[in-house]
């Protein structure tokens, strides 16, 4: 018990980093989502190609490459970011595509009729995506959401690339220097913790629009 005592700051620190590399990513790629679907459905083409090279380029290369383009590649034309900030401008870009793709085909489910409707009642389209089309979509894409976001909070850990104190790097520091299992033990714990948490708060988001039919 002496020993775990020892060890939880450290692995505390990891994991507040974890957190804020997972809250930031969600905050921002969410929006950035649902705004690149609405572009990838557009009627714009030279929009609408650009957008399916850039979701097709992030997910079809693994976020660790991303990674590392990004704090070790983007300097060689001049682009330096701080270690934090180039994890979170990587995991931004490879989520927002995921979360993008997720989000154009929530939007596609919506029958042409509602827009039509929505037309008639002489709504304007922000008001149409709002009242109508947006609450219908979150419904049809929160557990492909839910899948994601868990794996966020594991992906988080592939920051030890570009030498981030993350918490499996605390963990990984804390059992290298006391040739003993028990801190990853803990890391595991906690990242299951961490997960259960979002599933929990996600279940109660997808019963909260469970009454749109």
Not at 36 to 59: A, C, D, E, N, T
Request: charged share 15%; aromatic share 12%.
């Amino acid at each position: 018990m002496n020993y775990i005592n020892a060890i939880l700051p450290s692995l505390i620190q990891g994991a507040q980093m974890t957190l804020s590399l997972f809250c930031w990513t969600l905050i921002i790629s969410i929006p950035l989502g649902i705004i690149i679907s609405l572009g990838l459905i557009s009627h714009i083409k030279p929009l609408q190609l650009f957008l399916k090279f850039y979701v097709w380029i992030m997910r079809g290369t693994p976020l660790l490459l991303q990674l590392i383009f990004v704090f070790y590649g983007l300097p060689i034309i001049g682009v330096i970011f701080q270690r934090y900030d180039a994890a979170l401008f990587a995991f931004i870009l490879n989520y927002a595509a995921y979360f993008a793709e997720i989000f154009r085909g929530g939007f596609q489910a919506i029958p042409k009729g509602q827009y039509e409707s929505a037309k008639v009642l002489r709504l304007t389209k922000m008001q149409t995506l709002r009242r109508i089309v947006i609450p219908q979509v979150v419904k049809i894409v929160i557990p492909s959401i839910g899948n994601e976001v868990i794996n966020l909070v594991k992906d988080t850990s592939l920051v030890y690339v570009i030498g981030l104190g993350d918490l499996l790097r605390a963990g990984n520091v804390a059992t290298a220097r006391d040739v003993t299992l028990v801190p990853l033990v803990l890391v595991g714990i906690i990242y299951l913790a961490m997960t259960g948490i979002a599933s929990y708060l996600l279940k109660k988001i997808e019963n909260n629009y469970s009454k749109w039919k």
